[in-house]
């Protein structure tokens, strides 16, 4: 709506007039500035500016619906959610991995999240008899972690009679386009592609693995001040990626360290009684990367993290559930959680992420 | 107001200083044959800015006939009370959160509602738009709702989850709501209420700033809606708004159309906004994102922020009310209080 013409908005004929004389040829253009200014590009009175703005805001606005219509479309269409089969966490997702929607999944490096990955990629191929979506996936691997052999693993040991069968293996492999952009630049221009790619070849999952890494390699080239803005594009598109083909759109991220213990505070919250760290000495405190700004744009956060001796997946972030941790392992048919009864989380570890250090890689 | 000051185009305004018209006095005296060959324009042109003139003239008071012709609009302070005494509150679903409120959410002013990712703003919003159209019967304001959702936060399932939650409440504080007209049975269902919530999807600034326009003639078109929420007003501006002197011109003019609307049509305008960090005195702190010219917009402003194990809303800034925190819960059935709150529980409704 955006980059309507105002050519095209049928205007009364004076205001198509003033405003094509002024340059002014979209939505954007006029909706712009300020009342004041749009005086003044178009040396007209208040009563013109404002019917100007009055006639373009209204075709520029989107339609609206009600709640009820979005609830019988969604009834109607499915919720489109890609059950992980991991029983506990499909429950309190409701159902899986939201269509429409950006998960991320974030934790250490050596973790688990490439598993989770894999095998969300290897389900979304499968049949919707078997849980999955009957559709293509399209994987956008930055950090070339990305791994057929393993996938296959996956789907061998996890769904033996399908895999076995001739061919079967080949036909959901094909149906995973993998995609490894080398700049951020270059995962743009992708994403600009993607809508068509989407609909033309029935994609049903779209995975980025991993975000942050785009950034880093972003960051030595950039000023400081404008870190922010690349990823702000494609961050922008991709959730509206999500919500035009109603897919699941599953991000990854890295941890980075925490710079302060006490975490951010506003102005006027007290300071907080320093808690000893010494009990749990083996653990270092990190958080996600990619900052706030970032986390105010994922829908669901899943956090890998490791402490007491154990892995777990935290729902950190759902508008559906409280936050309640599963502890899991990796094995050759990828994740296996080893309880399906969640653990709260204590609302001030909800937001950080332990990791026991060397342990977790040396397992 | 002076004539370099009038709603005129441009280049009258340069042509009028050129001719010699330097006060609205003088111009006021103009007729519109000799305005219009001083300023070579044509009749209906000069009658037009002579219009403009005259009013303007009236405005500062030079001839103004009488008080109160002159100050269109105008309301005596004690007339004020009795307006405000009257006003409607919509209830947040925690009887702490509206206590430090002073009743609730306020209509005829714009709130916002900031906290970090994760803290229950969207979820307070849907409550606020269920909770605006409990029918007067049971104490609430049986309006409608528009929401504009610019994150795609917004889950229709959790939507039905609250409303049905909102019901049973009814329900349990009104126990013989069953003997009422089947008119009043209709309503509560959690399809009537998923009805009178408009919803609009934003994906630009530019979009964002169209529905906000399009909105008087919306609502002059929809009537009894009593809350607009926007969420957020932050991540179309956030992401895709390069020049900041600009973004900020543009949103002082979004921030005042939204409180002239929700005086004129008596509704709430609330405004979940995101967190950002900001460097002060020596370490950084969290602030609500947008700046600090973008807080003076807001009539009141609500913090939400983990404090412990469980939620609070800070009441960071208000004309009439004392600053103040409160804690509160997010359950299946919505914004609830927390459950070992020190309050005496009282009821939702």
Same mark, same amino acid.
């Given at each position: ?10 205007? *009364? ?5 003033? &405003? ?23 040396? #007209? ?6 019917? #100007?703005? =009055? ?12 709640? $009820? ?13 890609? #059950? ?18 950006? !998960? ?37 691997? !930055? ?87 690349? $990823? ?9 990626? #999500? ?79 409280? =936050?309640?941790?599963?502890?899991? !392992? ?21 937001? +950080? ?11 | ?8 185009? %441009? ?15 003088? $111009? ?42 002159? &100050? ?12 405000? @005494? +009257?006003?409607?509150?919509?209830? %947040? ?34 409550? &606020? ?52 007209? *089947? ?11 998923? =009805? ?11 979009? @964002? ?5 399009? $909105? ?70 969290? !602030? ?30 208000? *004309? ?30």
């Amino acid at each position: 709506m955006a980059n309507k013409l105002v050519s095209e908005m049928r205007l *009364p004929p004076h205001l198509a007039h003033i &405003l094509a004389a002024r340059r002014l040829t979209t939505a954007k253009d006029v909706l712009s500035l300020p009342e004041v200014e749009l005086m003044g590009v178009l040396d #007209a009175g208040i009563h013109t500016a404002r019917a #100007a703005v =009055a006639h373009v805001s209204e075709i520029a606005c989107p339609p609206y619906q009600t709640a $009820l219509a979005l609830l019988e479309a969604f009834r109607a269409r499915g919720d489109g959610r890609l #059950a992980t089969t991991l029983r506990g966490l499909d429950e309190a997702l409701h159902g899986g991995i939201p269509a429409g929607k950006l !998960t991320e999944v974030v934790g250490p490096s050596g973790i688990g999240k490439t598993q989770f990955c894999l095998k969300l990629a290897l389900l979304a191929t499968l049949p919707e008899c078997y849980g999955g979506l009957n559709g293509r996936v399209l994987y956008i691997d !930055t950090e070339s972690k990305f791994s057929s052999r393993r996938m296959i693993e996956i789907g061998e040991k996890s769904f033996p009679q399908i895999f076995r069968q001739e061919g079967l293996a080949q036909k959901m492999a094909g149906r995973i386009l993998v995609l490894r952009p080398t700049s951020l630049s270059e995962f743009t221009k992708s994403l600009e592609q993607m809508k068509v790619t989407l609909l033309q070849h029935d994609v049903k999952l779209l995975v980025v693995d991993s975000m942050a890494a785009l950034m880093s390699s972003e960051i030595e080239k950039s000023a400081t001040g404008l870190r922010q803005h690349p $990823l702000r594009w494609a961050l922008s598109f991709l959730k509206s990626i #999500a919500e035009f083909s109603q897919i699941p759109v599953v991000v990854t991220n890295q941890v980075r360290s925490q710079s302060n213990d006490d975490g951010y505070r506003y102005s006027f919250e007290v300071e907080k009684k320093y808690d000893s760290n010494n009990a749990e000495g083996f653990e270092s405190h990190l958080v996600a990367a990619l900052g706030i700004q970032w986390a105010h744009a994922v829908t669901i956060r899943l956090v890998f993290e490791a402490h007491s001796g154990h892995r777990y997946i935290k729902v950190a972030k759902s508008p559906m559930t409280p =936050a309640v941790a599963f502890p899991f !392992t990796v094995e050759s048919s990828g994740i296996i959680l080893l309880s399906d009864e969640g653990i709260d989380v204590p609302s001030p570890e909800i937001t +950080s992420i332990r990791c026991q250090g060397e342990n977790v890689l040396a397992q | 107001m002076e004539i370099a000051d009038l709603p005129i185009a %441009t280049s009258h305004r340069a042509n009028l200083l050129a001719a010699g018209y330097s006060s609205l006095a003088a $111009l006021s005296a103009a007729s519109p044959p000799r305005l219009a060959r001083d300023l070579s324009i044509e009749v209906h042109e000069a009658e037009e800015i002579l219009k403009v003139a005259v009013g303007a003239n009236k405005s500062k008071g030079a001839d103004g006939p009488s008080t109160s012709s002159v &100050l269109k609009g105008v309301q005596n302070a004690w007339d004020m009370l009795s307006d405000e @005494q +009257s006003r409607r509150h919509i209830n %947040t679903g925690s009887a702490d959160l509206n206590n430090i409120l002073g009743g609730g959410i306020h209509c005829k002013e714009v709130t916002e509602i900031g906290g970090v990712p994760g803290v229950g703003k969207t979820q307070l919003g849907i409550q &606020l738009a269920i909770n605006v159209q409990i029918p007067v019967e049971y104490g609430g304001l049986g309006g409608k709702a528009v929401y504009i959702d610019t994150e795609g936060s917004f889950m229709v399932e959790r939507v039905y989850q609250i409303a049905e939650g909102c019901i049973s409440d009814i329900l349990e504080y009104f126990p013989h709501c069953h003997d009422k007209a *089947p008119a009043g049975q209709e309503k509560l269902k959690p399809e009537s209420f998923l =009805a009178d919530i408009y919803y609009f999807r934003i994906c630009s600034y530019t979009e @964002q700033i169209a529905v906000i326009n399009y $909105l008087e003639k919306f609502l002059g078109e929809h009537k009894d809606v009593r809350i607009v929420i926007i969420d957020s007003v932050t991540f179309h501006f956030r992401q895709d708004f390069d020049d900041m002197a600009l973004r900020t011109r543009v949103l002082s003019g979004l921030s005042l159309k939204l409180m002239k609307l929700s005086k004129a049509y008596n509704l709430a305008v609330v405004l979940l906004n995101q967190v950002t960090t900001k460097f002060t005195e020596g370490s950084f702190q969290l !602030t609500l994102a947008l700046g600090d010219s973008w807080s003076h917009s807001c009539t009141n402003r609500l913090i939400l922020y983990w404090n412990g194990n469980e939620r609070y809303g800070f009441l960071d800034k208000s *004309p009439s009310l004392p600053v103040a925190s409160a804690p509160y819960a997010v359950t299946v059935k919505g914004v609830r209080d927390a459950v070992n709150s020190n309050s005496k529980r009282v009821r939702v409704m």
